[in-house]
């Protein structure tokens, strides 16, 4: 089974520890919009595009995690690196040595001994622009999530601020996949910010592949705010152009105190508003313990998921 996953950093990373369980034919396909931290600093320093949530999902899919992914997720605490992790700046050398961004993943990749492969949507640079519903429109990722947490508006479009062509190699992975993943992950700038890019949809049309997207747990603050399970659909489905196959819905964790927390700056569950036999609702999330308690998908559980639900459409059972 041939599957490709579309996304951003935390969100993916989470569903491809799980899924390199279960298969090595894997494919990531990474937005490469982000402009804050240590990715846009080598950004606009370097000129290169940001290496942050490729770097995540390398890691993700790292033979060994346990030496090696801690050296490219370390991140230096002082002096004139404070900030930047390791592998952020590993594929911002490796890409002046190349020449090229996608190359430079893929040296990356074979230091890492992925299982499976992690592609820019592009090898272009690029920048994105939001237009709000009271008409603001504001360039920039994290200008963008700043304004919606400031705003409380909805964005009613997302687009680049110069057009860009997908990796041909990303183009080839979608046409050719059994299935297509769209998530989990922050909706406009981990998942549509992919969709937007020139010849993506046209890949989408062109394949066969299951279309499944997978919710958020809980709404995002400065992109979510109120966003029901509907709304992502119907955000998700605008900008592929076609309809998902199905859609997989976890509810939230019952820790009461946690919830709290997380609706204290404006983040709620995303509540199941729609009944339809594409939905596959299960508890999959867990409580992940770090500073502060963090809600996340469990990555077995919704790997585990995702591939039931591929093994059964391929075979017309579900």
Do not use: W
């Not at 930047?84 to 590993?90: D, L, M, T």
């Not at 105190?257 to 339809?276: A, H």
Request: glycine letters at 8%; charged letters at 25%.
């Amino acid at each position: 089974m041939k599957i490709t996953a579309v996304g951003g950093g935390t969100g993916l990373s989470t569903l491809l520890r799980g899924l390199k369980q279960y298969s090595s034919d894997l494919t990531a396909v990474v937005t490469i919009t982000d402009e804050g931290g240590s990715s846009g600093i080598l950004r606009e320093e370097l000129n290169v595009p940001p290496p942050g949530d490729v770097r995540n999902n390398l890691v993700a899919l790292a033979n060994d995690e346990d030496i090696l992914g801690k050296l490219f997720n370390y991140r230096f605490k002082n002096g004139s690196l404070n900030g930047h992790a390791v592998g952020n700046i590993i594929l911002a050398a490796l890409t002046k040595l190349t020449g090229s961004f996608p190359e430079a993943v893929a040296k990356a990749a074979d230091i890492l001994a992925i299982k499976g492969r992690v592609l820019p949507v592009s090898d272009k640079m690029a920048r994105l622009i939001a237009v709000f519903e009271d008409g603001q429109v504001v360039a920039g990722e994290t200008k963008i999530v700043d304004y919606g947490k400031k705003s409380m508006r909805r964005i009613v479009e997302l687009k680049l601020e110069t057009p860009i062509q997908i990796n041909p190699s990303c183009y080839d992975a979608i046409v050719r996949s059994d299935v297509l993943v769209f998530g989990p992950g922050s909706l406009y700038t981990s998942i549509i910010a992919n969709l937007i890019v020139n010849g993506f949809k046209e890949a989408v049309m062109k394949s066969k592949a299951i279309k499944i997207y997978i919710a958020n747990i809980m709404t995002q603050p400065g992109e979510t705010y109120n966003y029901k399970l509907s709304d992502h659909i119907l955000e998700v489905e605008k900008y592929l152009g076609k309809e998902l196959d199905y859609i997989i819905y976890s509810f939230p964790p019952s820790q009461a105190e946690i919830l709290e927390k997380y609706k204290s700056k404006n983040s709620v569950p995303v509540e199941l508003d729609v009944s339809d036999n594409r939905i596959i609702a299960g508890h999959f999330s867990k409580i992940i313990l770090e500073s502060e308690p963090r809600i996340r998908h469990d990555s077995f559980l919704i790997a585990k998921t995702l591939l039931e639900i591929s093994e059964k459409a391929l075979t017309n059972e579900v």
